[in-house]
């Protein structure tokens, strides 16, 4: 697991040259600033202060201190090669821009470098319309490549970094999770002298596609603290107010999000499709690590290569929810707990989620609980519809998990329920092996959903509703602090609760 960060060069930044082209190393004379860059034209002598006196390159732009409420505008259709790496920061009312002006984006190409755009030890920035890239040669081990790198170091905390609209591809980055992070688009929290975290991360609207190894992630130096001992760095640092919204993540080697020392982080609207591609390790869809009260909710998992598995309770993690989701097709399952040794992690819910065509094979599950117990986690109201696992749950261990009003479908003949730990109550199961043996108030029947295994998006998910005269409706336990609405919007009854994600009545058409 995480280890403390080494220290490093970073190549393909602004050399000393840049210092000697006029105006450079200084800021604006008054009031925010718009500069141009034209890479397949301009000029470095120029003014930069217009179109037709653009910058050439990121020479200009680096070596110039950017000032709160400055924009800097890259031409489109346009490739500039190299880092982008701007001085000065902005705040939250005035932040710097980096955008595109003309037709099209703007693509900032890498060209194998460490980061494409690095934000090092600055903040108040906002990038939105850009087209980013970093591929190189085959990497070689901890050879790290970022599209977006948003790195502090010994900074303490960084504040409001918005990345909107931005497309980030090509990154043939390591197989690293942390440290030397590779990805799409990476914050890292590092140093060792001061703790050191970010404050307003938001990630909304953007596409990831055909990175290594991590689509969108937050990780950190400083993660010690009393449920995480062993974690790098002399204390723990919280990132607080993230939000991770409305982003296509495809084509991911690694994880697909992740996000280290949140503190009441969300991370919702998200499509993920393809992760696990071309890692060595295990890999999850979404999920946090040393984090407190994070929701992740309303987001769309899928095809995980095995063992991937589309969300994880992990270590040092408390009160983790993962709700209105739709995992499906992933090659290891669709929730993974593992308290990784040395860590303690609490509180986990996972309620009104449907897995469909998700695989738990050989020693996983489409529930897999493994590495030890997770004191007061629940799951609850999901629907479980995985006709081609051989392995429904998969637990090891002493364990206390309560499982209650769900839908479990298996496969034809029977898929295996392998849990004697955790305490099961008022499920429904079909196909399940084992099933009336753990449950005390099982309903052995087909739940009579309306058309499973044809949802096609998180959005496309009405088959899972309960047709007329299933067994399934108001057969549930109430369950307090549930969250009041279902998958589909619906209000949970305060008595008798139908099993499953679905608590509407009764579809009377097998319609879609």
């Known amino acids: ?84 790496a701007p001085q000065g920061s902005g705040t939250a009312a005035q932040p710097i821009t980096l955008d595109s002006y003309g037709t099209g984006r703007a693509q900032i190409d890498g060209q194998g470098a460490t980061a494409a755009i690095l934000l090092h030890n600055v903040q108040g920035y906002d990038l939105t319309g850009l087209d980013v890239t970093d591929t190189g040669p085959a990497p070689t081990a901890g050879q790290q490549r970022v599209g977006v790198y948003v790195l502090l170091t010994d900074y303490g905390t960084g504040t409001h970094y918005k990345l909107t609209g931005l497309n980030v591809h090509g990154v043939n980055g390591s197989d690293d999770r942390y440290p030397d992070p590779s990805g799409g688009i990476i914050f890292e929290a590092g140093g060792t002298a001061e703790p050191t975290g970010f404050a307003g991360i938001d990630v909304r609207n953007n596409t990831v596609t055909d990175v290594d ?53 969300l991370v919702e609207h998200n499509v993920i499709d393809g992760y696990n591609e071309r890692s060595t390790d295990y890999n ?49 399952g669709a929730l993974f707990s593992c308290p990784s040794e040395g860590t303690t992690s609490s509180g986990g819910i996972f309620r009104y989620n449907i897995s469909q065509n998700d695989v738990g094979p050989g020693y996983l599950g489409v529930i897999t609980l493994l590495c030890g117990d997770e004191p007061g986690t629940q799951i609850y109201n999901n629907t479980f519809y995985d006709p081609t696992t051989p392995n429904m749950v998969e637990s090891s261990g002493a364990s206390t998990f309560r499982i209650t009003d769900n839908i479990f479908v298996g496969q ?83 008595t008798d609760p139908n099993l499953g994600a679905y608590q509407g009545g009764a579809v009377a058409s097998r319609t879609h």
């Open 284 to 332: 999850v869809g979404a999920y946090a690590w040393n984090s407190d009260d994070s929701v992740f909710q309303y987001n769309d998992v899928s095809h995980g290569v095995y063992p991937a598995m589309a969300f994880d309770f992990e270590g040092a993690d408390t009160g983790t929810v993962y709700q209105y989701n739709l995992s499906h097709d992933n090659g290891g």
């Open 412 to 494: 034809p003949g029977g898929s295996a329920l392998a849990d004697t730990a955790n305490t099961y109550a008022y499920n429904a199961y079909q196909d399940i092996t084992g099933s009336g043996s753990v449950d005390p108030h099982a309903v052995l029947a087909n739940p009579l959903l309306v058309a499973p295994g044809t949802a096609t998006s998180r959005t496309d998910a009405g088959g899972y509703r309960l047709g007329t005269g299933s067994a399934a409706l108001g057969a549930g336990t109430p369950i307090a602090g549930n969250g009041g609405r279902d998958y589909f919007g619906n209000p949970i009854p305060a």
């Open 213 to 265: 190894r991590t689509g969108i992630g937050i990780v950190s130096g400083w993660q010690k603290r009393s449920v995480n001992p062993t974690g790098p760095g002399a204390s723990f640092a919280p990132n607080t107010r993230v939000l991770i919204a409305g982003n296509q993540v495809t084509d991911v080697g690694g994880d697909g999000i992740m996000v280290f020392n949140g503190e009441h982080a």
């Open 1 to 84: 697991m995480p280890r403390p960060r080494l220290q490093r060069t970073f190549a393909g930044l602004a050399t000393t040259l840049a210092l000697l082209i006029a105006g450079a190393g200084t800021a604006a004379a008054s009031g925010p600033a718009t500069y141009y860059v034209d890479c397949s034209g301009g000029s470095d002598t120029a003014a930069g202060t217009s179109p037709t006196t653009a910058w050439h390159s990121f020479t200009r732009v680096d070596a110039t201190v950017l000032r709160p409420g400055d924009t800097v505008r890259f031409r489109g259709g346009v490739t500039c090669d190299g880092t982008l």
